[in-house]
């Protein structure tokens, strides 16, 4: 199972979000790449994972996911773990494995 979270904004409290979301799950166990995002925050992705997406919420919502986001995955027939690689005409960064080369970015 894949875990996404996307971190909405590039403030303090954002990067602090998605360098604990990286740490967190990487002392997990999963392969953990970071990016921009196609507007404004960032995304995360991890790999490696052997638990059903519904026990991945709690999670994600801690991590620092967003909510609106996890909350329209939870409906029928939305589609889930997604995080957009183009969005309103902007394109997302260059997935990386190095948290710190990311917030390097904004």
Wanted: charged fraction near 35%; charge should be positive.
């Amino acid at each position: 199972m894949r875990i996404t979270i996307d971190i909405d904004g590039k403030g303090r409290k954002e990067k602090l979000k998605l360098i604990m979301a990286f740490y967190n799950l990487k002392y997990l166990g999963g392969r953990v790449y970071v990016r921009k995002s196609a507007s404004r925050g960032y995304h995360v992705k991890a790999h490696g994972f052997k638990i059903p997406f519904e026990k991945t919420i709690p999670l994600r919502l801690y991590l620092g996911d967003d909510e609106n986001r996890v909350s329209l995955e939870n409906k029928e027939k939305k589609p889930k773990n997604v995080l957009w690689t183009v969005k309103g005409g902007l394109e997302a960064g260059e997935w990386r494995n190095d948290v710190w080369e990311v917030l390097q970015e904004y």
